[in-house]
C-alpha cells in the first residue's frame, strides 16, 4: 500500500505554535547551561575530582546543546514563536549567535535543504523521498511507526 502525505494527512494540533512552550523551552535550556557552568565553576578544583566535576559539566552543557539545535530546527522554521519577529529575534540572540552562526543564513540553508525534496512516499512503513534536481530517492525504513507519527495510518 502506498501514501503521499499531504498536509490533509498531518494532525492539525501538531501544526499549532505555541507563543509560551518555545520561550519556556529556551528558557529551561539556559537557565540549566547557566547552573551547570555556575556549579562547575564553584566547585572546580585542580585535582581529580575537579577534573571530574568539569568533565560531567562538560558533558552536560554538550547535551543541553543538543536541545538548542532542535529548538533552532523549529526557529528555522518559524515555529519557536508564532510571531515572526519574536521568533526572529529568539532565534538570532539565544541560538544563532552564541554559537557563532548567522540565523539568517541558517535558515536559507536549511530551507534550500528542504527544497530539494519534491515527493514524500510512504509504503509499508518505509519512506522514500524523491529530489528535485537528480531525481535521487532516499529510503528510510522505521516500520509503522513513520507512517502512524505522520498520522496517515
Not at 530551507?111 to 530517492?137: C, D, K
Request: glycine share 6%; hydrophobic share 50%.
Amino acid at each position: 500500500m502506498q501514501y503521499q502525505v499531504r498536509w490533509k494527512h498531518i494532525d492539525k494540533d501538531l501544526t499549532k505554535v505555541s507563543s509560551w512552550r518555545g520561550i519556556r523551552d529556551l528558557a529551561l535550556v539556559w537557565i540549566a547551561v547557566l547552573a551547570i557552568a555556575a556549579i562547575a565553576s564553584r566547585l572546580a578544583s585542580f585535582d581529580i575530582i575537579g577534573a571530574l566535576i568539569c568533565l560531567a559539566a562538560f558533558l552536560a552543557i554538550g547535551i543541553l546543546q543538543n536541545g538548542m539545535s532542535s529548538l533552532s530546527h523549529h526557529a528555522v522554521h518559524v515555529n519557536l514563536h508564532p510571531k515572526l519577529a519574536v521568533n526572529d529575534q529568539l532565534f538570532r540572540w539565544l541560538l544563532a549567535a552564541p554559537m557563532g552562526q548567522s540565523y539568517l543564513a541558517l535558515r536559507r540553508e536549511h530551507l534550500r535543504h528542504h527544497a530539494r525534496f519534491r515527493r514524500l512516499t510512504i509504503r509499508n512503513g518505509s519512506i522514500t523521498t524523491s529530489t528535485s534536481e537528480t531525481g535521487t530517492q532516499f529510503h528510510v525504513s522505521c516500520g509503522g511507526a513513520c507512517a502512524c507519527f505522520l498520522g496517515v495510518w
